[in-house]
């Protein structure tokens, strides 16, 4: 039986993003890494945004970058000036080749296409057995999300960001290139938080997403619905679509750290990476692996790793509140964008904000709605 020091048990964004940095420190050259997964990510399957200031790693796989966003409901419109920041899309087929070839180069990095079916710590190292294989290791970080763990669990609130995403081409030149729409609630609500979101790559040529933040999925003909809705309200009556995409995202501020172990670390949407209240996944997953590297240069017990941050109870807040009234999602972005610095808003949910420059934040929002989830939040602890 093959033992390796690491395995990597699911290569989704968190642990390519983690094997990468693993290879560009040059501090893992000696350690023997297996990375385990049935799918072999050679499909376009999502689309990743994040903002940034200074230049990234991820340079050479960035293909757009906005400067501005527009932010909408029903009652208004309003253009946000992102600097000093820069709202930036990554395809998932082009990160997915960047890492592969890059790990493909290393000697000490190996593949396996099979499902993971067991994963088993011991008293000195880690059993992991694929359909047909079994290693050992002396650590795992696993990206494989226990979905019925979660909502198995009553005690923490758990929604989802779902969404269908058309990218179309149109005869008519109705997009504005350089501004993407970061959210747009005037569509129906319908009882939930529901918004479009659009990435727009040319006159002629953009990414819809018809989203929501809820906690029921929706027959995959509502979505598409009302992306027609939309395209017919931009003025189009001409178009073909060239991709689609489709995901579900869990939010929750469930504790996900208390499942490590010493030799097992949970990573990605199994570790808790996703941010909480927005659904964002590459910027938060960007931050924690590259924490994660410093981390086990110098400690083994992954029970260490995580930090428990006051952003951690700010997400708290807001999904205790669409959890309750799921339609007040809108009133809630709405109150922050109208008025609020969209430099300052972009810093606090990148949780790089001083305790003045949250509360800065915070005020904008409807103050009744966060006092009552402020004293229900209790329960929680």
């Known amino acids: 039986m093959k033992h390796y020091n690491y395995i990597f048990t699911g290569t989704g964004l968190a642990a390519l993003m ?35 200031k200074e230049p990234s790693i991820w340079e050479e796989v960035i293909t757009q970058k906005w400067d501005y966003a527009l932010f909408a409901n029903e ?21 997915y080749q960047f890492v592969f070839e890059a790990l493909s180069k290393a000697k000490n990095i190996s593949f396996l296409n099979e499902k993971v079916t067991n994963i088993n710590e011991l008293e000195t190292h880690v059993y992991v057995s694929t359909e047909n294989k079994a290693f050992t290791c002396d650590q795992v970080f696993n990206s494989i999300y226990n979905k019925a763990a979660l909502e198995q669990q009553s005690k923490f609130p758990v929604l989802q960001q779902h ?36 990435l727009p790559f040319s006159e002629n040529e953009a990414l819809l997403e018809y989203t929501l933040f809820s906690h029921s999925l929706l027959e995959n003909s509502e979505y598409e619905n009302e992306i027609v809705n939309y395209i017919q309200k931009l003025g189009i009556s001409n178009y073909k679509i060239i991709e689609k995409e489709q995901g ?8 996900f750290w208390k499942k490590n172990t010493r030799r097992v670390l949970n990573i990605g949407t199994a570790g808790g990476w996703t941010k909480a209240s927005t659904g964002y996944t590459f910027k938060n997953s960007d931050k924690l692996s590259s924490r994660l590297i410093h981390f086990i240069e110098t400690e083994t017990d992954f029970r260490k790793f995580h930090r428990k941050s006051k952003f951690w109870f700010y997400d708290l807040l807001l999904l205790d509140i669409l959890d309750k009234e799921n339609e007040k999602g809108s009133r809630i972005f709405s109150s922050m964008f109208k008025k609020g610095n969209p430099a300052l808003i972009f810093k606090f949910l990148d949780e790089k904000t001083s305790l003045v420059e949250d509360i800065q934040v915070i005020l904008k929002c409807p103050k009744t709605l966060f006092i009552k989830a402020l004293f229900h939040s209790v329960r929680y602890f």
């Open 18 to 52: 983690t094997v990468y940095k693993m290879t560009l420190s040059g501090k893992f050259t000696n350690k023997s890494i297996l990375l385990v997964d049935e799918s072999s990510k050679k499909n376009n399957d999502r689309t990743w945004c994040f903002w940034k």
């Open 75 to 95: 009652n208004f419109r309003r253009n946000l000036n992102l600097e000093p920041y820069q709202y930036c899309k990554i395809k998932g087929i082009d990160f």
């Open 163 to 198: 969404f269908i995403g058309w990218q179309i081409q149109s005869k008519e030149a109705v997009f504005q290139a350089e501004v993407p729409t970061f959210m747009d609630f005037s569509v129906a609500q319908k009882g939930n938080t529901r918004f479009m979101y659009v």
């Open 248 to 255: 579900s995202i869990p939010m929750s501020c469930y504790p």
